[in-house]
């Protein structure tokens, strides 16, 4: 059994009349799975599961105490790194590692389960801004909630302030709008616990609500690139958003089922080349829709209830579903070598054939399953391993960075990679140098709106990567080979989080 543990993506909040904030993060340990199955013949082109073994050394090096990967663009990389108090934002260059900025980050009502993460858009003129939450003063209309913020821009390169909101209940943290520009968040109400989007223009500072902005009314927050969960009169959907427009919106249960709920975690890809989406969503075995009372139950989810749906980004309509089937195990994976994107290797999803999983705790009993990839304009599989007992999703998928080429999956004696176009695969060898993921937390500021975590006064980061060996234990150096899985890279330097430290490394 392995030691390290990943966050599994699937963090929530309650929607209800309450206030919407509690969230509850899974932790998956790595487990033993079989050598997967191969099927297919490796592609005639350059072979992607061949890696340099030669050791790779930092150029740079700053002492932090990371929370997520950095936010690489433009020169600088953005990362958070907890303090004995809480998290600050540092700004670094790509090229030397010199400190450029920092600035004290708040997680904003939208945690702890909501993994906190750096967030960099562009002004309408192309320049890069780093964008965030700071603790601020509650206004006397507080109604006695606490964490009230202020958003934040600030230019990524040199610090300097181009705006700063008021106090408000954000939620959904500020990010670049859908159209990857300017500032978006929603902020909550006091007084009417409904939630409002905002959009600041970056190069004048207006702060634009309402429904040019985004015309949903209710309780909403962001679960995808301009995907909305919607709760009104106690029904919960997805609504699309695009340039202020409503283009559709659906009910969670008629695209994932009886019980379908983003309350027990959600995961979304979304495909702009493609038009398309792809997701899965938690399933509430139980009749309780109160999220603080369902939390504080204990109970099983049929894994074979879960499904992935394909559905067009434009229309909502449902293209394909996969029954038992999920898409959290493939969250850290990268898409930009996928058909996703730019590239011909499928995506990959889990697939489990029996099985429960524990809540809380995420511990599986009596499952089986096995890792597939896919087509994601019909959903049909591609290739596929052999179906295996497990006891995590990390014993079919283990938690590595990749551009979606190249995929790890466990097994007794070891890593085995899979080339996610053809299903090909090898044993790893005691030379090669893998990245391996474990979950990241950070401490919560005081006086939390909502009630203790599982997990006790800690928030839920991103995830920290280390060098590792086949039997995923941690080594002291990368290689050239793992330098291509660094999935955050500029000026021909690639940079990375561990646990400690912020490194860069000169790409060969």
């Not at 700071?134 to 006397?140: C, L, T």
Request: proline fraction near 6%.
């Amino acid at each position: 059994m392995y030691s390290r543990t990943s966050a599994v993506n699937g963090p929530t909040r309650q929607k209800s009349a309450a206030l919407a904030v509690v969230a509850v993060g899974v932790s998956l340990t790595l487990g033993a799975c079989t050598v997967p199955a191969s099927s297919g013949t490796p592609s005639p082109s350059t072979n992607v599961l061949d890696r340099s073994t030669t050791s790779a050394a930092a150029i740079w090096e700053v002492a932090l105490s990371p929370i997520a990967q950095p936010e690489v663009t433009d020169g600088v990389a953005l990362v958070y790194a907890k303090t004995a108090s809480g998290v600050t934002a540092h700004a670094v260059s790509v090229t030397d590692g010199k400190e450029l900025w920092t600035q004290a980050v708040h997680p904003g009502i939208g945690a702890p389960g909501v993994s906190l993460a750096p967030a960099v858009t562009k002004t309408s003129t192309g320049e890069s801004v780093a964008v965030y939450l700071q603790e601020s003063a509650a206004p006397i209309t507080s109604g006695g909630t606490s964490w009230w913020t202020a958003p934040v821009a600030v230019d990524l390169k040199s610090g300097k302030e181009l705006y700063r909101g008021n106090p408000q209940l954000v939620e959904s943290r500020p990010a670049a709008c859908d159209d990857e520009k300017d500032m978006c968040f929603t902020s909550l109400n006091a007084q009417t616990r409904l939630t409002t989007q905002h959009r600041v223009n970056l190069s004048t500072g207006a702060d634009s609500t309402g429904p040019d902005v985004n015309p949903i009314t209710g309780n909403f927050r962001l679960v995808g690139n301009g995907l909305y969960s919607v709760v009104e009169d106690g029904k919960e959907r997805l609504a699309r958003v695009s340039a202020g427009n409503k283009l559709w919106e659906a009910d969670v249960e008629s695209l994932f089922g009886p019980g379908a709920t983003t309350n027990l975690g959600w995961s979304f890809e979304y495909s702009k080349k493609l038009d398309l989406y792809i997701g899965s969503v938690g399933i509430n075995p139980t009749t309780e829709t109160d999220y603080v009372r369902l939390m504080e139950q204990t109970f099983t989810v049929d894994l074979t209830k879960h499904k992935t749906v394909g559905f067009r980004a434009s229309t909502g309509e449902k293209l394909w579903t996969v029954e038992g089937s999920e898409k959290w195990c493939s969250s850290g994976v990268g898409k930009t070598e996928t058909t996703l994107m730019d590239g011909n290797a499928f995506p990959v999803r889990c697939e489990y054939n029996q099985g429960t999983m524990a809540v809380p705790g995420g511990t599986y009993q009596n499952a089986e399953g096995k890792l597939v990839g896919y087509d994601p304009v019909s959903g049909e599989a591609k290739w596929q391993t052999t179906s295996t007992p497990i006891k995590a999703a990390a014993d079919l998928l283990v938690p590595s960075p990749s551009r979606g080429d190249v995929v790890l999956t466990g097994g007794p004696d070891g890593m085995t990679m899979v080339d996610t176009l053809s299903g090909a695969s090898r044993a790893a060898t005691s030379d090669d140098v893998f990245l391996c993921s474990e979950a990241a937390k950070y401490p919560l500021p005081a006086d939390a709106p909502f009630p203790v975590q599982p997990e006790g006064n800690l928030g839920t980061g991103g995830s920290m990567l280390f060098p590792c060996d086949r039997n995923a234990k941690a080594v002291p150096a990368l290689t050239t080979g793992t330098l291509r899985d660094i999935p955050t890279a500029d000026d021909g330097v690639a940079v990375l989080a561990q646990e400690g430290v912020l490194s860069g490394f000169k790409l060969p």
